[in-house]
């Protein structure tokens, strides 16, 4: 195995694994710790910590390299994936491994491809395809500065209805606002994805690394949400410390179910 190679698949095993536990513990405090004030943001957090697990899941299975010749793009399946076949990364958009494998070694004749899992798209003047690829390329920075924008009037918003407010409602719009956005601008790896994607679609240069860097950048999304969320959110940032031997259970029969806001919550009330 190259020097490459090792390192990449290192690094999508640690960040799959990683995912897989972050987003497990979040689906856990998210079902079972949640107070009630915040159970409609929990059934959105759950959504999310389901979908990432399983993102999680699939990349360790594929590990994909990415690989941009001519107009074609070449899938190498380097996770388990390729103890099953190229079958289990087709679909309706891909090329057969025979011709993927000819344009391949056409385009680049010094990889080693023997026994590689592969499969690609052959051209990515597919309507369909060049959709995806427009959609994955150009909204990126137009998304994020209305994220910044609406963000700022929310905060005007909430700075406005101070008075009416009640301080623990208020902090945890506070807390749920400051989640919300680190969560939606998370997704900025995309860039990484989409720049050294078109590095070597526009063949202005091509590397190894350029090549699994692209499908490694995404796994980044999937494993950084889950922790937005427990380290925003007081009540599972509490119980997770709780849990992991980092802060002391204590009663407080004081204390109410709203210690979401409060610095001082108890492990026991995280769990109202």
């Known amino acids: 195995m190259d020097v490459t190679k090792a390192v990449f698949t290192t690094l999508h095993t640690i960040l799959?694994?990683?995912?897989?536990?972050?987003?497990?513990?979040?689906i856990y405090v998210?079902?079972?710790?949640?107070?009630?004030?915040?159970k409609t943001y929990s059934t959105l957090i759950?959504?999310?910590?389901?979908?990432?697990?399983?993102?999680?899941?699939v990349d360790y299975f594929v590990q994909l390299r990415m690989i941009p010749t001519g107009w074609s793009v070449i899938y190498i399946g380097n996770g388990a994936c390729q103890y099953f076949g190229h079958a289990?990364?087709?679909?309706?958009?891909?090329?057969?491994?025979?011709k993927m494998e000819k344009i391949l070694r056409q385009g680049f004749p010094q990889y080693d491809i023997q026994n590689a899992v592969i499969t690609g798209i052959e051209s990515v003047w597919n309507f369909t395809v060049l959709l995806i690829i427009m959609i994955g390329m150009f909204p990126v920075g137009i998304i994020y500065g209305i994220i910044l924008i609406l963000r700022k009037k929310i905060i005007n918003k909430l700075n406005f209805d101070y008075v009416s407010s009640r301080s623990e409602t208020r902090s945890m719009?506070?807390?749920?606002?400051?989640?919300?956005?680190?969560?939606a601008c998370i997704p900025m790896f995309n860039m990484i994805v989409v720049t050294s994607y078109a590095i070597g679609q526009l063949e202005i240069y091509n590397h190894p690394a350029l090549e699994y860097t692209t499908a490694a950048a995404m796994v980044f999304i999937p494993v950084l949400t889950p922790l937005a969320s427990i380290y925003f959110v007081h009540a599972y940032r509490e119980k997770v410390m709780c849990m992991l031997g980092l802060k002391s259970p204590q009663v407080n029969?004081?204390?109410?179910?709203v210690a979401i806001?409060?610095?001082s919550s108890s492990c026991r009330d995280n769990e109202h």
């Open 16 to 26: 799959a694994f990683g995912g897989c536990f972050f987003n497990l513990l979040l």
């Open 261 to 263: 806001v409060s610095s």
């Open 88 to 98: 289990v990364l087709c679909s309706t958009l891909q090329a057969p491994r025979e």
């Open 46 to 57: 759950l959504n999310f910590a389901v979908t990432d697990l399983l993102t999680c899941l």
């Open 253 to 257: 029969p004081s204390q109410s179910s």
């Open 173 to 183: 719009q506070q807390q749920f606002l400051k989640a919300l956005t680190y969560q």
């Open 30 to 38: 998210a079902l079972f710790h949640s107070p009630s004030k915040i």
